[in-house]
């Protein structure tokens, strides 16, 4: 055999040897179940090879594959015959072929497949003969006909099946099992008919046929459904599908036959039973088409007793080897079984929760590879409200579908609408559940937002402010849906297109994981998580080396929320949020209009003051850190539309609407998303630094005063710095402020002072920050940097992340960008910049702390550059809290695997293994789960 066959064809079954150690990102995940099963003793596999993944590649380039290949295909096919005593094309005992995709990710039905490659007019004469079944052998045929049709040359099923339908209305038949041969035979003279309406010609030659389909089922990887499929279930990497021939071996040869398609168990609620189908007397496109309607898996054993109890023996020892819930294919040939395929099964949040505890339970994997088998979606699914499965499928939902979003806050909600933050507060005062609905949202809707139970924008993205919040209080929401016009006036909301109008009152619901608005009531499912998630999330925290993860929480009830979800302390806490409730923004605003106003700042203080006391209380022992104000001011004010006597009279300006109009304009700023905010804001009004900081210190001092095992820890975070003197006059002031508190409440009240990183020019002066000392003590000023990932993205790429929506769909589409750079970290810009500052930070001082607080610090593939790049920990909202732990504790597996299979490789080559990380991402993306 050629070494360019051995290189890109693997064979398996048979005479076959097993290939060593198949790699699954070569020989597709069929492929790998294949190779296998082909080694464990007593699973029957009908022999064949798979043609590895490169070779799509090949394919896609070319449109063919090399001579050397095919001359390959030729050698692997002698092979088989060898194995099974038939010949390809022999016109007295035909050997027949399928041909199946296989990508190294399933993608169930997004590729093709050919079944009874091999049959023409003659052979099916043979092959009549030599199992003495003539309606078996025509039966064959007339699928080869339909399936090559439609796959190969494109001809729509619709065709073949009218055909079909009329051969047996004109027989009398119900069911394909109910014609005779003869009538079958009839049945392909009608298909070639079809093919002659084509303009089409099926070949003849069983290498032509056999050629033809390896080229269908490779060019098959990049049809509109395949690429769809992928771009939904966020799917890259994969060098593309492997093309697996496969000896047939047939369900269809009488009642002693059959085919099915099984889980080992139940992939929606994880129960430890054999859950599947399977038919007598059929092939097994017949048991997914919907044909006839399949049996119960256990209802085999009444009828193929020996067979079933061998596939129950073979279900076992595959998922004992591969330590997962397997999805399997299997055929029954005259009562004797054959596996055809086996896979890890896709299932439902519920279900990976529990099949992964139970296999630690059995004893089939360790705890660190439990944690393997649930993906962050499904922690996402165990947390959040959603529609029931039944209720998915639905008339009432998918025809109830009137409007599309972005999917901004997962979950699932059901309410009236109502288009003010008012009537959402007094609505759900009355106990009435609601939805609402909003142009764009600003901070001033935060009231309305938390009283509603899902929230609805036109305009915004993934990270806008409904979005942002919305996460952080584990509400659902649609953002940015465009085809949607919200008025406030009128109290509508209106399809384009359409015109469907909806109005106050009317009830609608909202999935926030798709982003699909919906007319009408659906029912609504909120999952009883019981222990298993936590004991999950216990295991994930042992883990060793694990990055912490922390919360991003603004009060009391946030920071419990946090604590109760595993949080190890508040990474984040954005003290302007404690400004919005209808008691406090009045006064914010009388400090912003009136700053000589001391009384104003005093009644600031006191209630931040006690909002600080909530944090350490929820959070004693554990880290909280607090960013001072960082927004630019005029998102405390009121847009000009709202401003009337009531409103100047509270914001100090008696009844005088226009001085207050005009005290707003003279405010304005061009672009104040990089003018009079964050440090600046302290540096051109120092007393409000000094007051942010005595809240916190006195607080701290309070909690400590009370309670003798109080234990807090504030770190205080200077926000949007750019320049070493910038920080330098913010840090004094703390520590001046914090010093003070200490001295005169007698407490020593610890506490850090560090800097959120956010723009660039800090990013590349890190050291210089990192290396300032007080002249005065020679202590240093800053022990933690925390990168605040969505400004710097923002100001990094040049991209509004609140106007962003308007192309980046597009360029995502387009392929221009692979993710939202608001969603998951650009490593290769942003993230360098991170990983730049990080070294320049550590260079200076080895012990400074680490961390991330952006949206990004609850993005699984985010988290794992983080990891990569040595970061102590990630801050999220509470909701996301679970989901981050999980990714974090997945990535240090994923890595230690890596790292283990790379000393294997290197003790078998006997050399001396290279040096790896414990976040090297190489290593990690040749990682196989199997």
Wanted: glycine share 8%; charged share 25%; proline share 5%.
């Amino acid at each position: 055999m050629t070494n360019y066959n051995s290189k890109y064809i693997y064979p398996f079954g048979g005479s076959a040897r097993p290939t060593e150690s198949a790699d699954k990102q070569i020989v597709g995940g069929k492929g790998l179940g294949l190779q296998v099963m082909s080694k464990i003793l007593g699973v029957d596999v009908p022999p064949g090879f798979t043609l590895t993944t490169p070779l799509c590649q090949v394919y896609q380039k070319d449109n063919d594959l090399p001579a050397a290949v095919w001359s390959g295909v030729r050698e692997h096919v002698e092979r088989i015959e060898r194995d099974m005593g038939k010949k390809f094309g022999s016109r007295d005992n035909p050997l027949l072929f399928s041909c199946r995709s296989g990508a190294a990710m399933s993608m169930p039905g997004m590729m093709d497949t050919v079944l009874n490659i091999g049959l023409n007019d003659d052979t099916v004469e043979g092959l009549a003969k030599a199992t003495d079944n003539p309606r078996f052998a025509w039966d064959s045929y007339r699928r080869l006909l339909d399936m090559f049709g439609e796959v190969v040359l494109g001809i729509p099923h619709e065709d073949f099946e009218k055909r079909f339908d009329k051969v047996k209305e004109n027989a009398n038949a119900k069911n394909d099992v109910d014609l005779t041969a003869d009538e079958l035979k009839l049945l392909c003279d009608e298909y070639k008919a079809v093919y002659k309406e084509q303009n089409q010609l099926f070949p003849s030659d069983p290498y032509e046929q056999l050629i033809a389909c390896v080229k269908a089922v490779f060019g098959s990887w990049m049809t509109p459904r395949a690429v769809k499929y992928r771009e939904i279930n966020n799917i890259r990497n994969l060098i593309g599908t492997a093309t697996n021939i496969q000896t047939m071996v047939f369900g269809n040869l009488g009642d002693d036959s059959g085919t099915g398609v099984a889980f080992s168990r139940n992939p929606s609620t994880g129960e430890n039973v054999m859950y599947g189908e399977y038919l007598i007397n059929a092939q097994g496109e017949d048991v997914v088409a919907g044909i006839r309607t399949p049996e119960p898996i256990s209802k085999m054993k009444e009828v193929l007793p020996e067979a079933y109890e061998k596939f129950l023996e073979n279900v076992d020892k595959l998922e004992h080897y591969f330590k997962d819930m397997q999805d399997v294919e299997f055929t029954v040939e005259k009562g004797k079984l054959w596996m055809l395929q086996c896979r890890n099964g896709k299932r439902t949040g519920v279900a990976a929760l529990k099949i992964a505890i139970d296999l630690v339970n059995e004893g089939i994997c360790t705890k660190s590879e439990a944690l393997l088998k649930v993906e962050p979606t499904h922690v996402e699914q165990l947390l959040h409200p959603t529609f029931s499965p039944d209720a998915l499928k639905s008339d009432a939902y998918t025809k109830g579908v009137v409007a599309k979003g972005l999917p901004g806050s997962p979950g699932a909600a059901v309410g009236r609408l109502v288009f003010t933050p008012k009537q959402a507060e007094d609505m759900k005062a009355n106990g009435e559940s609601v939805i609402l609905a909003r142009e764009t949202t600003s901070p001033e809707d935060v009231g309305g937002m938390w009283a509603a139970a899902g929230i609805v924008t036109a305009r915004g993205g993934m990270t806008s402010h409904a979005a942002v919040v919305a996460r952080g209080w584990g509400k659902p929401c649609v953002c940015g849906c465009c085809v949607i016009v919200v008025s406030e006036v009128s109290e509508t909301l209106t399809i384009k297109g359409t015109n469907e109008v909806f109005k106050a009152g009317d009830i609608i619901s909202i999935n926030g994981a798709t982003g699909e608005v919906i007319r009408g009531s659906i029912e609504v499912n909120t999952p009883s998580l019981g222990g298993g998630l936590g004991l999950l999330l216990s295991w994930a925290d042992q883990e060793e080396g694990v990055m912490k993860v922390l919360a991003n929480a603004d009060s009391g009830p946030d920071a419990m929320q946090a604590a109760d979800n595993g949080a190890m302390g508040i990474g984040l806490c954005r003290t302007e949020h404690m400004f919005f409730s209808p008691e406090r923004l009045p006064i914010v605003r009388r400090w912003i209009f009136h700053t000589e106003c001391l009384d104003d700042l005093d009644h600031i203080k006191h209630f931040q003051r006690s909002d600080f006391k909530d944090l350490f209380v929820a959070m004693n022992g554990k880290d909280v850190t607090i960013r001072l104000l960082d927004p630019p001011l005029h998102e405390f004010l009121p847009r000009p539309e709202q401003v009337h006597e009531r409103v100047a009279e509270e914001c100090g300006f008696g009844t005088d609407v226009k001085r207050m109009l005009a005290r707003i304009d003279s405010m304005h700023e061009e672009n104040p998303m990089l003018g009079l905010r964050g440090c600046r804001l302290g540096i051109v009004k120092p007393e409000f630094t000094q007051m942010q900081v005595e809240a916190i210190m006195s607080a701290a001092a309070d909690f400590m005063e009370e309670s003798p095992e109080a234990k807090p820890h504030p770190r205080i975070m200077i926000p949007l710095i750019g320049s070493i003197s910038e920080y330098k006059n913010q840090a004094l002031i703390i520590k001046s402020e914090a010093e003070r508190i200490r001295s005169e409440r007698g407490i020593d009240v610890p506490y850090e002072i560090g800097t959120m990183i956010e723009v660039p020019r800090a990013a590349l002066i890190s050291d210089k920050i990192a290396g300032l000392v007080d002249e005065a003590d020679g202590k240093p000023l800053c022990t933690f940097f925390s990168y605040g990932t969505n400004d710097l993205t923002q100001m990094t790429m040049g991209i509004s992340r609140d106007d962003s929506n308007g192309f980046i769909p597009k360029y995502l589409d387009l392929g221009i960008l692979l993710d939202d750079p608001f969603q998951t970290i650009d490593e290769e810009g942003v993230g360098k910049l991170v990983q730049h500052s990080a070294a320049l930070g550590k260079s200076v001082n080895p012990t400074m702390s680490l961390s991330v607080c952006g949206e990004h610090g609850g993005d699984p593939k985010s988290i794992a550059f983080f990891d990569k790049v040595g970061l102590n920990y990630v801050s999220c909202s509470p909701y996301r809290v679970p989901v981050a732990r999980l990714a974090a504790a997945q990535i240090r597996v994923q890595t230690r695997m890596a790292k283990a299979k790379e000393e294997e490789k290197a003790r078998a080559a006997n050399i001396q293994p290279k040096q790896t990380t414990m976040g090297n991402a190489e290593s990690m993306s040749k990682v196989i789960v199997q």
